[in-house]
Nanobody, 124 residues
Framework: VQLQAFGGGLVQAGGSLRLSCAAS????????MGWFRQAPGKEREFVAN????????YYASSVKGRFTISRDNAKNTVYLQMNGLEPEDTAVYYC??????????????????WGHGTLVTVSS
């Protein structure tokens, strides 16, 4: 499975961006997809995930109510709609795909495939 993320950019605080992650290859093997982010000088952290079948979602508390993850199975694409962006959201955002379930679906070790990151910069 190959993942390509795009849609990052520079936005003012309070603004919105939508990230996309297109999956190709053996997409039939995808069980769950997620978004993670890594801010400068910090460890990578979980943002949101979605079950490929059924669409169940889960969010980090820091983004819940502001970000929405969704997927289009026909396009093999996952989206992250980010509203009410804050300077603290500045980070490189990565999409990831998991082949199977995990006891810790918010842990990056639960994911098998990773895309290159896309940079989101929120100015104050």
């Amino acid at each position: 499975v190959q993942l390509q993320a795009f849609g990052g950019g520079l936005v003012q605080a309070g603004g919105s961006l939508r990230l996309s992650c297109a999956a190709s290859g053996h997409t039939f093997s995808i069980y769950r997809m997620g978004w993670f982010r890594q801010a400068p000088g910090k460890e990578r952290e979980f943002v949101a995930n979605i079950r490929w079948s059924g669409g169940a979602t889960y969010y980090a508390s820091s983004v819940k109510g502001r970000f929405t993850i969704s997927r289009d199975n026909a396009k093999n694409t996952v989206y992250l709609q980010m509203n009410g962006l804050e300077p603290e959201d500045t980070a490189v955002y990565y999409c990831a795909a998991a082949r199977g379930g995990s006891v810790y679906p918010t842990d990056d070790s639960a994911y098998d495939y990773w895309g290159h990151g896309t940079l989101v910069t929120v100015s104050s």
